[in-house]
T-cell receptor, first 114, second 112 residues
């Protein structure tokens, strides 16, 4: 199984809502990532978890809150988002957070903030 | 200057022809490179990777070339098929840095 799954596929939320994005992998990978991708742009790294601990936060606003409940799951909690946060949110995983290891991406959650 | 438009560089290629997609990187400390393919509505999909101690690597119908002298990476797709239509991103990882930095992306459109 080389699949990273993400739910939901699409999400529309208001600026006062609280919602969560979910990501799951069963490849035994110990590094998991959140990326944000705007249309026609490359993915931008948001967070990296290594062995279930937050290792990298790329100065992401606190309205985005990541969580790694176990080695297979990664969540992104959303609260008080802005319309400019509308984007494709991609989850990825790799064997370890080390140099030169391939990241497997999920299909993404298309988020629209109204 | 850097383009801020919403239009990706686009390569239109006839089905069956070979495609070449280019990528320039800026950091000579980068030691690992990946090409990803992203189809509409999907996440990036790994195509092929190469380490900086190599200058060529071949996969199934794809070849990656690395020229460290001019900091240039290319992806060659042989006998391009309609299913190859996608946006292609190069990504680099710098030695000692655990982040992947993605390039701007190139759109490939295969004409049947």
């Amino acid at each position: 199984d080389t699949e990273v799954t993400q739910t939901p596929k699409h999400l529309v939320m208001g600026m006062t809502n609280k919602k969560s994005l979910k990501c799951e992998q069963h490849m035994g990978h110990r590094a998991m990532y959140w990326y944000k991708q705007k249309a026609k742009k490359p993915p931008e790294l948001m967070f990296v978890y290594s062995y279930e601990k937050l290792s990298i936060n790329e100065s992401v606003p606190s309205r985005f809150s990541p969580e790694c409940p176990n080695s297979s799951l990664l969540n992104l909690h959303l609260h008080a988002l802005q319309p400019e946060d509308s984007a494709l949110y991609l989850c990825a995983s790799s064997q370890m957070m080390s140099d030169g290891l391939e990241q497997y991406f999920g299909p993404g959650t298309r988020l629209t903030v109204t | 200057g850097e383009s801020v438009g919403l239009h990706l560089p686009t390569l239109s290629v006839q089905e069956g022809d070979n495609s070449i997609i280019n990528c320039a990187y800026s950091n000579s400390a980068s030691d690992y490179f990946i090409w990803y393919k992203q189809e509409s509505g999907k996440g990036p999909q790994f195509i092929i990777d190469i380490r900086s101690n190599m200058d060529k690597r071949q996969g199934q119908r794809v070849t990656v070339l690395l020229n460290k002298t001019v900091k240039h990476l290319s992806l060659q797709i042989a006998a391009t098929q309609p299913g190859d239509s996608a946006v292609y991103f190069c990504a680099e990882k710098r030695s000692g840095n655990n982040r992947l930095a993605f390039g701007k992306g190139n759109q490939v459109v295969v004409i049947p």
